[in-house]
């Protein structure tokens, strides 16, 4: 028996079975940390922001990050989930771990694995852990997004996606989370990310992914 009392919130899979939460998760998922209070985003001056997963296909998480720029120490860690108890719970855990002790270097931030998230709940059961597998992917994806907007374009990290643009180090999933957030044209894409400016050769290629996203996402 594990010295962390593990009770239901609510659930159960596909048999019947109960989903088990630890007493961790639940303080996480009712009493959330660094969440960001849908509409405050608008004005939340972040040094970066990543986004993974659509609400119209399941969780989605958005986490904002402060950078001390001496250090390159996370300052702060905003976020906004849309899904289950476990994707709050993980996200709000995650922003803990990246700010607590007066923050994790970025460096270090991008070394957390969906385990260490786990480790600190004190689990997930197995049908959520994907949720904490979001986790790290979006604040990769917001130190990315620093990197990008502070010219540090070789040091974004690109995870099994491809680049549409060599010089920016822009990939395609940066154009579908371009066209999440509601670009719908060429220009609308390359007002969030700068993408085809210096190569303009990559741009049919831009257009193409553009309509893609779009279809699948909006049905245009």
Not at 94 to 115: D, R
Request: hydrophobic content about 35%; charged content about 30%; some cysteine.
């Amino acid at each position: 028996m594990s010295k962390i009392q593990k009770q239901t919130i609510h659930g159960r899979d596909g048999s019947g079975t109960a989903w088990l939460y630890s007493d961790i998760v639940k303080e996480h998922f009712f009493n959330p940390k660094n969440l960001l209070i849908n509409g405050q985003e608008e004005n939340y001056q972040a040094d970066g922001m990543g986004r993974v997963g659509s609400p119209a296909c399941g969780d989605e998480m958005v986490i904002w990050i402060k950078v001390d720029k001496k250090t390159e120490k996370i300052k702060e860690c905003k976020w906004q989930t849309f899904g289950c108890g476990s994707a709050i719970a993980s996200t709000s855990m995650l922003s803990v771990m990246v700010t607590e002790k007066g923050g994790m270097t970025l460096e270090k931030a991008l070394k957390i694995k969906p385990q260490d998230i786990m480790k600190r709940l004190g689990g997930l059961p197995v049908r959520k852990i994907h949720c904490s597998v979001l986790g790290d992917k979006a604040l990769r994806a917001a130190i990315n997004d620093y990197f990008r907007s502070t010219g540090q374009h070789s040091r974004i990290i690109t995870e099994g996606a491809k680049i549409v643009d060599e010089k920016l180090k822009i990939t395609d999933h940066d154009i579908e989370e371009a066209v999440l957030e509601g670009a719908k044209t060429l220009v609308d894409v390359q007002k969030r990310l700068k993408v085809g400016v210096a190569t303009p050769e990559a741009i049919p290629e831009i257009e193409q992914l553009i309509r893609f996203y779009s279809e699948k996402y909006y049905g245009t």
